[in-house]
């Protein structure tokens, strides 16, 4: 699926997206950061479920700022939900529209904003993708696959409140360092490959410095930022993942680019027996055979393998659900990736086929079940 908002034809330069302003912290939604741009403003939050008692909490404080109202979102971004918002938006008068809860909710607020022309702001509850700090947004038709991406452009405001993101299940904290390990890699084979990032132009330094950086905090505080957020507690080694996954994970696969192992996510989304796993954990199992794909050092391969044990992410086919799979399976759920010229699996520079990418998928498989065995004897 391509990205809507690159024209044919116009040349291309370096680019690089960010949001207007990204706030993080304990408690800080409790004055929306003490934005003085919200003062006396009218702010209409689309949220799901789970995000109507942040509201109930925290009306009477919002009340004080800014007129806050609500609607519950459907649970499913789809065309029909955006024309639906659109619709119950007509008759009113709204400054901000504002996504509270996760990547679905976020990316039907953006659509909207974006035909709207009003100005949004994303606040997220958990931190399970990378979806806060774009300009991208996932459309889904009614089964519930892929319709389109849509761009329209990054949000004016990012607040997380790590308490919140503290108190999530842990899970989406672990997916989202699944989406945010790819980071690095796929920015990297983007540039290697001279290939477009995902906000159409060319890879920039501070993309890839970010990237890097993506990586680093989660090799260094993954593990403790997990424990963290089982205890439901704040801690630095929190706060520095929540941004990992958050922040700089968003900027670094926008304006650095998505490579093989979103690819093979995609590849994995057309097995049904991987439909239980979040986005960051199918990512995870990308990551791995990107890196026999593009053959990294054994040392490299040694050192993510080991963060994914640690934190509990995926490092077999049967982690993902997949216990039983014939080659000819796997080779057409890969081919129908392949097919898309559009697809992110083909950002590297190397010639890959069904067959080589089936090789890759088994030996990321092989090697995490050698390394189970040895684990535990
Ligand atoms: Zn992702």
Redesign the pocket.
Known sequence: MALSGVRKGVKMYRKAIFPGCYYQGEGLIKDFAGIDELKDKRVFLLTTRSGLGIIEENADDWQKICHVEHALFCGECTFAEIDRICDLLKDRAVDYIGALGGGKVMDAARTVAGRLGLKFMIIPTIAA??APCVSASVIYNDQGAVADYLVTRSPEYVLVDTGIIAKAPVRYLVSGMG?AL?TRFEAEECCRANRMNVCGGYNTNVALAIAGLCYDILMEHGVNAKTACENKIVTPALEHVIEANTLLSGIG?ESGGLSIA?GI?DCLTNLRQTHACY??EK?AFGVLTHLILTDKPGTLLDEVYSFCESVGLPVTLADIGITEVEDRELAEAIVSVLSNKASYIHNHCLHLTPGLIVNAMKMADAIGRRRKHAQTG
Request: overall charge negative.
């Open positions: 993708t990378d989406d790819a696969f979103h996510h986005h960051g990512v």
